[in-house]
């Protein structure tokens, strides 16, 4: 067993809301220098980045986790992780399908640039990434399972698309083994008002945006890595955030 630093919510430049120097290969280097030895990369619906920041992690020596920040059709973002890269694009698919595709406004909103992992521009999403999907919160769960993945509500602390500030509680259904806050201090808060939550995995993230937004590392996970491989820490940390139960 060993402990791994991680930070499993990052968006890229694919994310409309996230600076353009957040190309796969800039957060790659960044979670070398913060000292990250796990990242997901999460942006909005979409795992378009995900191959191009798999090349630059294995150039960092960065175990990359692949993953999508989903926005159900409540509104409410919930951070969904994979095993393999294939999964992933094979969810990205299903969810492309279920996307609301409204044409995005750069000048308003921001570009939304799909990269390889030498940093040139290989293509755009042309249609609004973050809002709502046709995906309910009911629905979300069982839908990553089956591309073997774990699904689990994003930065409930916060009010902006937080299942918390949603809908007024975190709910016995669909059954969370894990739940994420941008700040750890406010976990004995809402393990107070929720007391389904001590009962869960806490997963700390940087929900970064810009490469100044990724943290140093702080937040460990202890992993069975043996023998040792990228692919079975990964394997191991999906298992898991599946298994849930508090530290």
Same mark, same amino acid.
């Given at each position: 067993?060993?402990?791994?630093?991680?930070?499993?919510?990052?968006?890229?430049?694919?994310?409309?809301?996230?600076?353009?120097?957040?190309?796969? &290969?800039?957060?790659?280097?960044? &979670?070398?220098? &913060?000292?990250?030895?796990?990242?997901?990369? %999460?942006?909005? !619906?979409?795992?378009? !980045?995900?191959p191009a920041f798999f090349k630059a992690c294995k150039k960092y020596g960065v175990i990359?986790?692949?993953?999508?920040?989903?926005?159900?059709?409540?509104?409410?973002? =919930?951070?969904?992780?994979?095993?393999? #890269?294939?999964?992933?694009?094979?969810?990205?698919?299903?969810?492309?399908?279920?996307?609301?595709?409204?044409? !995005?406004?750069?000048?308003?909103?921001?570009?939304?640039?799909?990269?390889?992992?030498?940093?040139?521009?290989?293509?755009?999403? @042309?249609?609004?990434?973050?809002?709502? %999907?046709? /995906? *309910?919160?009911?629905? =979300?769960?069982?839908?990553?399972?089956?591309?073997?993945?774990?699904?689990?509500?994003?930065? +409930?602390?916060?009010?902006?698309?937080?299942?918390? &500030? /949603?809908?007024?509680?975190?709910?016995?259904?669909?059954?969370?083994?894990?739940?994420?806050?941008?700040?750890?201090?406010?976990?004995?808060? #809402?393990?107070?008002?929720?007391?389904?939550?001590?009962?869960?995995?806490?997963?700390?993230? *940087?929900?970064?945006?810009?490469?100044?937004?990724? $943290?140093?590392?702080?937040?460990? +996970? @202890?992993?069975?890595?043996?023998?040792?491989?990228?692919?079975?820490? $990964?394997?191991?940390?999906?298992?898991?955030?599946?298994?849930?139960?508090?530290?």
């Amino acid at each position: 067993m060993n402990k791994y630093y991680y930070d499993l919510h990052i968006h890229s430049c694919l994310s409309p809301c996230a600076d353009n120097d957040m190309t796969p &290969a800039n957060i790659a280097g960044t &979670a070398t220098l &913060a000292g990250i030895q796990i990242m997901a990369l %999460t942006d909005h !619906n979409s795992v378009k !980045n995900c191959p191009a920041f798999f090349k630059a992690c294995k150039k960092y020596g960065v175990i990359p986790v692949p993953g999508m920040e989903l926005t159900t059709a409540e509104d409410i973002h =919930a951070v969904c992780l994979f095993e393999t #890269l294939d999964m992933a694009l094979a969810f990205g698919e299903e969810i492309d399908s279920r996307r609301v595709k409204i044409p !995005n406004r750069v000048d308003i909103f921001g570009d939304q640039f799909i990269m390889d992992e030498n940093e040139n521009i290989i293509g755009t999403d @042309e249609f609004m990434l973050p809002n709502a %999907t046709t /995906v *309910s919160i009911d629905e =979300a769960p069982g839908i990553v399972k089956k591309y073997g993945g774990v699904c689990y509500p994003a930065h +409930i602390d916060r009010q902006a698309n937080g299942i918390v &500030a /949603v809908l007024g509680t975190f709910p016995d259904k669909p059954a969370f083994s894990c739940f994420e806050l941008h700040d750890k201090e406010k976990r004995r808060e #809402l393990s107070e008002r929720f007391p389904i939550l001590s009962g869960k995995r806490l997963v700390v993230s *940087s929900d970064a945006h810009y490469l100044w937004d990724i $943290r140093d590392a702080d937040c460990t +996970i @202890e992993l069975d890595d043996e023998p040792y491989s990228g692919d079975l820490v $990964r394997k191991r940390l999906i298992e898991k955030l599946k298994n849930g139960g508090a530290e």
